[in-house]
């Protein structure tokens, strides 16, 4: 694994950004909105979130102090498209509480602490891990800090630039170390890293047709089965290699 350098970050975003042309992410209508899709994303598509989203729209729910007075069973059933609902809505309940009990249910106020401590914050809440944390600090209040998913981590490991175990944060310093700390650019290439996934770099890859095949990867170097490069003494023991 090598890692890629300054000039491969920004030709992979100016290819995407040219393909693609600007996301507009994050899809909501206020801070609050981004902080409810963030924790409502975790393990389910964005479609499910959305049918959540417009439930507590619908309700006039949509609101810090309206989340925070509701009980956690009226909670569940609003955001029970996004799935494991009773989970979610206490993880949500948290949040609210922690913005609640800390910022007086101020985002405004919120907004203004330091990128460091809010992290460290948003972390020692229970249900919060480091993508839902860097989602609610970029999107909800234009902090620069990187958003990580697992569209980033197979992208990365299938050009050759990350291990495919690689934590969280050792990836996330692959783009913060080699990039300009711009929240606009960040908020891009995050979404943009996310749609080239989806639409390509599926778990069956779409390579041929990819607007970024012929960049940092050949696939006629990779096992058509698991993507890994052939010389690779992994590459032997590709499971769906022997099956077939």
């Known amino acids: 694994m090598t890692p890629p350098s300054p000039s491969n970050l920004k030709e992979l975003y100016k290819r995407l950004y040219r393909y693609y042309g ?7 209508q206020s801070r609050f909105e981004v902080i409810v899709g963030a924790v409502l994303t975790q393990n389910t598509n964005w479609g499910n979130v959305v049918k959540a989203i417009e439930n507590l729209r619908q309700a006039k729910k949509l609101t810090l102090s309206a989340v925070h007075r509701l009980d956690m069973q009226q909670l569940a059933d609003y955001i029970r498209p996004s799935g494991y609902f009773n989970i979610k809505a206490g993880r949500l309940k948290n949040v609210v509480s922690y ?3 800390s910022y ?19 972390l020692s809440v229970n249900g919060v891990g480091p993508e839902t944390a860097d989602s609610i600090l970029l999107y909800a209040f234009d902090k620069p800090t990187f958003v990580v998913d697992a569209y980033t981590r197979r992208l990365m490991y299938r050009h050759g630039w990350a291990d495919h175990d690689m934590d969280y944060h050792t990836l996330q310093k692959i783009f913060t170390d080699r990039l300009p700390a711009q929240v606009r650019v960040w908020n891009e290439y995050h979404a943009l890293v996310v749609r080239v996934a989806k639409d390509f770099c599926r778990t069956k890859p779409l390579c041929d047709t990819c607007p970024l095949n012929s960049f940092h990867y050949s696939i006629s170097k990779r096992c058509k089965h698991c993507h890994r490069v052939k010389t690779d003494a992994r590459h032997h023991a590709c499971p769906q290699k022997i099956k077939n």
């Open 99 to 101: 913005i609640v009990q």
């Open 22 to 28: 600007p996301q507009l992410w994050w899809p909501a």
């Open 104 to 122: 007086r249910g101020d985002l405004a106020m919120m907004s203004k602490e330091p990128l460091g401590k809010l992290r460290t914050e948003l």
